[in-house]
């Protein structure tokens, strides 16, 4: 269990010091991977989201446009252009759910499962470009999480 005895012993002014902050570290981190990224996905014809689209496509299978939100931590006013641009490049296919309008189900076409032959170089490429040991790099992801974690159950309103 992780205490916050030591930040207490942080005077309040160093806390608005840009360096200190832990957001601009994964900010900056976040705009560093999206420039390897946008590098390693241009022969793919991907962006970044797209390329994680595709991810859990490739996972998954057809899927609920809510459920593909769900993984991605998307809502659908930002999925529904990307899924519309990967499904004009022939990527995916969207269904209306006969059974419920509302619901809108998402598969890779042909296309976009040949695509994924293409993609496995891609996590390679990223983790060296990192320039930390797998052990490292999976830890750190871990860490990731539990900090995601512990961010959406804090209670900031009080």
């Not at 976040?30 to 496509?57: E, S």
């Not at 969207?94 to 293409?118: C, F, I, K, M, Q």
Request: hydrophobic residues 40%; glycine residues 4%.
């Amino acid at each position: 269990m992780h205490t916050t005895d030591s930040l207490g012993s942080v005077a309040d002014e160093d806390f608005l010091r840009l360096d200190l902050q832990v957001c601009f570290s994964l900010h900056s981190a976040a705009r560093a991977f999206n420039a390897a990224y946008r590098t390693a996905l241009k022969d793919l014809g991907l962006t970044y989201p797209q390329y994680l689209v595709m991810l859990v496509l490739w996972e998954h299978g057809e899927l609920p446009v809510k459920k593909i939100g769900e993984y991605l931590r998307l809502d659908s006013g930002t999925l529904s252009p990307l899924l519309k641009r990967l499904e004009s490049a022939d990527l995916v296919e969207r269904h209306r759910s006969p059974d419920d309008e509302r619901s809108v189900t998402v598969r890779p076409t042909e296309t976009g499962t040949a695509l994924r032959a293409r993609a496995l170089a891609i996590p390679r490429r990223i983790a060296t470009a990192t320039g930390l040991p797998l052990d490292e790099i999976r830890d750190l992801r871990t860490r990731l999480n539990v900090l995601a974690a512990a961010l959406d159950a804090a209670d900031l309103d009080t």
